[in-house]
């Protein structure tokens, strides 16, 4: 049905999340097609089948959909670390099996990569709030800090900083390898190990 324009009969059987899903999926193609500049509300619309003005009742704007694919880019990531630190017993395999799959996830995906970090999120009208704000993508970057002080062998230590810090590292790992290709980096993967070497001193 996508392309076609879909009767109201039609959108009344498609419950309103189902609606919601089918657009992400829409802008998704369309984001992996043209980038963010061939994500306008018009043609989005126009690829679910719908009229714009009726797009505007399920996401009041672009960048209402642009976090819903954020959501789309970080869940699978965020499922494959937790169920690392749930499985590894040991603290250190722990943190670096963690680490390595945050930056190998990204490199593997590099146009979510570009969607996530390379879209400046924005608030829209009276809206007070951040993508950050209204996910739980913080409480799961935050679980690294648990994680060093483990592997340090001092569990009781908040390593809050330490944690933002190893993010702000890994992140800057998985850009330079996805933004600067022509260069001779090393394996990302040698990276990270150096990284974590100084990080569980």
Known sequence: MTGLAISRESRQKISREDMRERIIDVAKTLFEEKGVEGMSMRAIASRVGIPTMTLYGY??????????LWSF?????????RQAEDTIANPVERLVRVAHIYVDYWIRHPDRYRMVFMVEDRREGDDPNWFVDETDVTESYMRFGPMIAAARGTPEVDCKVDAEALICALTGVAHMEIT??????????????TLLAAFTR
């Open 59 to 68: 996401f009041p704007s672009k960048t209402a959909i642009i976090r819903g």
């Open 73 to 81: 880019a970080f869940d699978p990531v965020f499922a494959d670390m």
């Open 180 to 193: 600067v290709s022509e260069y001779p980096w090393a394996r990302p993967a040698d990276y990270v190990d």
